[in-house]
Nanobody, 124 residues
Framework: QVQLVESGGGLVQAGGSLRLSCAAS????????MGWFRQAPGKEREFVAA????????YQSDSVKGRFTISRDNAKNTVYLQMNNLRPEDTAVYYC?????????????????WGQGTQVTVSS
């Protein structure tokens, strides 16, 4: 059974940092693009960041560029999202996604596997 398990969420003050982890089990995703998305109450799920299988290329949304960094450790089958200088508008449930054969890394429904999400709350 394939599982993606996110961790590292929590409550932080504006300007603070959090590091999210997404550990995969049941199969290896070392050959797949992986991504992070987020969904705030009443809003659609939105792209945050993605990383190619080798980690050689990363993508971020304009809203997090310069503040969030995605990385991966294929030996641990884990992807990370380092979030710095957090803002109240970053408050959302953050989801890890894996395996996107389409190449459309920004498109949530192009991913085949999803985690359950971890809550990030940023207070002002």
């Amino acid at each position: 059974q394939v599982q993606l398990v996110e961790s590292g969420g929590g409550l932080v003050q504006a300007g603070g940092s959090l590091r999210l982890s997404c550990a995969a089990s049941g199969r290896t995703f070392s050959g797949d693009t992986m991504g992070w998305f987020r969904q705030a109450p009443g809003k659609e799920r939105e792209f945050v960041a993605a990383i190619t299988r080798s980690g050689g290329r990363t993508y971020q949304s304009d809203s997090v560029k310069g503040r969030f960094t995605i990385s991966r450790d294929n030996a641990k089958n884990t992807v990370y999202l380092q979030m710095n200088n957090l803002r109240p508008e970053d408050t959302a449930v953050y989801y890890c996604a894996a395996q996107n054969p389409s190449g459309r890394y920004y498109q949530w429904n192009a991913y085949n596997y999803w985690g359950q999400g971890t809550q990030v709350t940023v207070s002002s």
